[in-house]
């Protein structure tokens, strides 16, 4: 109570929104990494409902907004919620990437448990890349209030919407494989 404090509490971190920059390529990527992978004609299938929303959010936008809140008087005793005000759902986010990376579409849904079965076995696990903390995010539902943040921040800056950066996103990732290869 006697050192000031200010809380940031981000969303799940992607690469900056003008250069697609990153040093790790897990999450939302695993699913680019697998999409890269794969035969361009051969289609992905959604995993469960996937309707739970995937909050990304940009490095760049992080910390500019974590600089400007730290410079307020009244973020002291505040806790921030570093998110995207409108986030995509998994089945957006996958709709997006094989848009970017013109793949087939999904052509149907099947339950995320067949996803963890297959994870259960070496082989498939090794092929898919697709760990379970991934496959959690499709159906994982959780949502941020980012009210406060926005409020704080005014109209100077702003979360940028997801569909434009993620073709930005995406080319990084598959001009840069070796963000991949720690996971």
């Known amino acids: 109570d006697r050192i000031p404090t200010t809380v940031f509490r981000p969303s799940i971190v992607i690469g ?21 992978r794969l035969p361009r004609w ?5 995993l469960g409902e996937s309707a739970a929303q995937v909050n990304l959010v940009p490095v760049d936008y992080l910390v500019e907004a974590m600089v400007r809140l730290s410079a307020l008087d009244g973020a002291k005793g505040r806790v921030y919620q570093l998110a995207d005000p409108a986030p995509k759902t998994a089945r957006e986010i996958l709709e997006m990437c094989i848009k970017t990376m013109r793949r087939a579409p999904a052509l149907t849904t099947v339950p995320v448990e067949i996803a963890y079965l297959l994870n259960a076995v070496p082989q498939a696990r090794d092929f898919l890349q697709l760990p379970n903390q991934t496959l959690d995010y499709f159906n994982h539902y959780v949502e ?7 409020e704080d921040l005014g109209s100077g800056l702003r979360c940028p919407r997801l569909e434009d950066y993620w073709s930005t996103i995406v080319s990084y990732a598959l001009a840069n494989p070796q963000i991949f290869a720690t996971h």
Do not use: A, I, Q, R
Request: charged share 20%; no cysteine; aromatic share 6%.
């Open 16 to 36: 900056d929104s003008k250069t697609g920059e990153t040093v790790k390529g897990d999450g939302p990527y695993m699913v680019v990494n697998l999409l890269s």
């Open 42 to 46: 051969l289609p992905m299938v959604h």
């Open 144 to 150: 941020y209030d980012v009210s406060n943040t926005t």
